[in-house]
């Protein structure tokens, strides 16, 4: 998860520099779904208990884990993400 002011900074960063190349963009963090799931119930002033969430059986292909490997983005730029999922 990465905030679009970030992606913004980030597409600048590489141009200022005029560096060349395929960076991954993003915190370099991953996050559960619980957690994306409390934030978003959060920004609406929701908690689990207001709003119960459901689970399913996963389907065949989901992805349990996944976070942008930013590394090159930050050693080439110096750029780091500013706003965190909260």
Known sequence: VV???DVARAWTAVI???QAG???VGTGR???INEIVDQVLAS???TRDDYPVKYEPPSPGDQRHI???N???V???GWQPAVSLA
């Open 3 to 5: 905030y679009i002011d």
């Open 16 to 18: 200022d520099r005029d």
């Open 22 to 24: 395929i960076f991954n």
């Open 30 to 32: 991953s996050h559960s």
């Open 44 to 46: 609406f002033g929701l």
């Open 67 to 69: 976070e942008a490997d």
């Open 71 to 73: 590394r090159r983005l």
């Open 75 to 77: 050693a080439a730029t």
